[in-house]
């Protein structure tokens, strides 16, 4: 069973979980034949049952180097920065190509940060996946989030040695002492290949997805090159270990250094030459893994998420979100780091660690970091020291540029993944000042894991760890590092590393340096106390280069004429904005914007960093609010069918609007007829409407979204928009129901009225106001095809024939239960155009009805026999 807290002790690793493997069939997807005649090699990538947004931009817009800063040529094998290759076998389960791939990224950033070489395990990576066992189990197939739930989970990469690689024989040895931990990963945007060019030149070898054509015509044997031309999509995965702008292909010039895995005998040794044009590379998946602790960093890690992130949920219409974890900790532990998964780029992340949650409000902040600035996706971690007793809560807000926040969750995905949820550990919301709601639904017994992590260690001893306000720096600016306060520290020793003004330091700071040389920069810091002593490297915590990116989250931005906006710009140490006139000041990392009129406006910002300076655009489009978009502002509607098409995309919320009750849940959300509370959130952007009782008595309201639009309504009984209160709500509705069509954002079908009384309709996006166009109907008689009885169950009691028709139509009532019976005919606009009484009969009765006098169309039909009310469409021809 799953545990809440998975402790890792760190002498002797052993993981809280463990994933016996037992063997499966070959996949045949996984095996081809490189060329006629050849062996068989095995293939092995497998994409994952989800995308990420990479929100590719061109690369020349990165805020890294350019490839013109680069050389023209680099091989990592020349500079001992990568292993050789190995093989991944064949028979039936050697399909382990993203195995060998990520352990040989980890190998080559190893060699780059100054370690020695060192033959990791393929084998434990592969065994020790921890996913549908059927589906991908060992051999099966794999790709860079499976593979990065494995490492990022502390699991391994263990020694060769102590797990070597067999593909006959595959249990997972989860009981293995790591040779290091790989807490963070790195997915690079598909196809940049500036930035994979200077990841490989820093970092060291790139894992990278590729199609390798089964029939063998894309590889030269002559000259170990290939170029594929085809549109069919990864099937392999090999690791880029440098690349030559004169090599000559197939495809044209130039050409990247690769390492496969299927041994040293084939190609050059194993490596081979994939030309610049080929029209798959880096297509699907881009990889690395930068960051190394040590087995004595950390003792104890804090997740829920044991196979990291299995996919996304969005959250519509807001730029951020807020996620909370709880933590159990048995005895007084330092934290030292927090972590989470940002499957956006571009995104902004704070971090706060509380000591109580009751439940609806955080309290006893003890630690917090805010305005983390995560430019490309990963698995991260941050250094945040806390010391903790027992529980303890960690708050993650994120936001990003667009409209719809896409968060990372751990759920069941059959085939896939299947976690266990823990009922009491996980909570989110959409905006700072709404409620928290469970990740675990108590109703289905469903839900998901977030992926929010602490890591920890049992010490009374100081620990080196340290900040830099920049990860990217322009020559000359100033980068300034702070050491974070924790348990007692007497004495400061500092290295900042190659081409600083300041080479080192012996006080505990914050120190400002600056940097005379370009490239990453490798910074020290060693602590003692009381305690005992500590020693921190930061291989490559600072990129510095001749050129940075001012950058605002969003490229457009659009709100009603009257609100203000907050704008954030990122990349620089000074901004200047324009045009001032619109803005609360024209300085300043983050402004304030209020257009005075109607209209689109271009706000530019300018930003500086030493010698460097960039500038980055934001169009802010100040509109009209919708008409009815207040109380008092409601638009008269009448039944006949479609009211038009409205839009809530810059509609608002008044504060005296009715809203749901905020102790109402997901819960009631599921129930037929209920004013829904969602996300958080009562109101967001309504509209207002009203409407006059039709003579019928009755009310069917249709919404139907355009385009994704979902919304929720309400109606009110008032005479006047100040009487309308959340008392006078007569019914409500959102889609969270069977009883809702298909196609439909929101019914309420046959609500019983008074004639001739004023009634308010108020229409709400859905999960806390989504925004978006929906078509409004209003009808003045029930709208389902099937009967409606008000008393009693069974058998169709009222038949009507032929339906659809033309002139005559033919009425038959079962069981009659009174001597007074009447029919009642109603156009689409609620006016009764012939009405029909009997009395003194029971039973059955057989009748017909004349309407060639009335036009074509549809008609509501209502039978009452005094036990029951029958409700019918009549559509003449």
Known sequence: MKKTVLHLILFCLVSAIAYPQSGTGPNSDLKSQVLPGDPEYFLGYKPAPFKINYQKRPASDMRYKSAAALPAMLDLRLEERVTGAKNQGEGNYGGNCTAFSSIGSIESRWLSMGFPEVD?????????YGFDEENWGYGQGANQFVNSAYLTRLNGPVLEEDDPYNVDIHPCKD????????????????????????????????????????????????????????????????????????????????????????GTGWGDNGFFYISYQDSQFAGDEMAYFPVRWENNDVDTI???????????????????????????????????HVGVAVPEPETVLDFNVYDDFDGENLSNLIGSRSGIYVEIPGIYTFALPVKVEDDFYVEVKREVGNNEVNYPVESVDPGFSDPIYNPDANWFKREEAGAWRSTFFEA?????NLTVRAYAKKTDGPRALFTANKTQACISSEVVYTYLENNEATSFSWDFGEGSDIATADTKGPHTVKYTTQGTKTVTLIVNGPGGADTTIRHDIVDVGVAIRV??????????FGESAEITAYGADNYAWTPSNILDQSSGQTVIVTPPDIGTYALIVSGTQGLCAGTDTIIVNSTFKPTNDDMCDALLIGPGGTAGIFSTEFASAQEDEPAPDEGQGGGDCLKPMTWCYEDGVQVNNSLWFYFYGPETGLASIRTTGIDGMDNQIAVYRADNCINIIKDSLKAANDDYNETVPEGLSGTIDGLEVIPGEKYYLQIDGSFGGAKGSFELSLYGYFTGEEEIESYGKGDAALNVYPNPGTDVFNIHLKDAGSSDIEILLYNLNGQLIMHKKFQGIRGEILTRLDISNQPGGIYHLRVMDGNRIMDRKLVKR
């Open 551 to 560: 950058n605002i989250l969003s490229s457009k931005i659009a709100f009603p």
């Open 302 to 336: 804090f997740m829920h998420d044991e196979l990291g992130f299995t996919g996304t949920i969005p959250a519509p219409n807001t730029s951020q979100f807020f996620e909370l974890a709880k933590f159990n900790v048995l005895s007084s532990h330092l934290v030292t």
């Open 175 to 262: 009981d293995l002492e790591p040779a290091a931990l790989i807490p963070d990963s790195r997915w690079l945007p598909v196809r940049d290949f500036e930035l994979l060019k200077h990841t490989v030149y820093y970092y060291g070898a790139v894992y990278v997805g590729i199609h390798w054509d089964v029939s063998g015509g894309s590889f030269n044997a002559s000259d170990n090159t290939y170029n594929y031309a085809g549109n069919n999509a990864a099937n392999h995965a090999v690791l880029v270990c440098g690349w030559d702008d004169a090599k000559t292909t197939a495809g044209g010039t130039g050409a990247w250094i690769v390492k496969n895995s299927w």
């Open 444 to 448: 289905t017994g469903g839900g998901f």
């Open 120 to 128: 990791l395990s393929e084998q434990n990576l592969a065994a020790c």
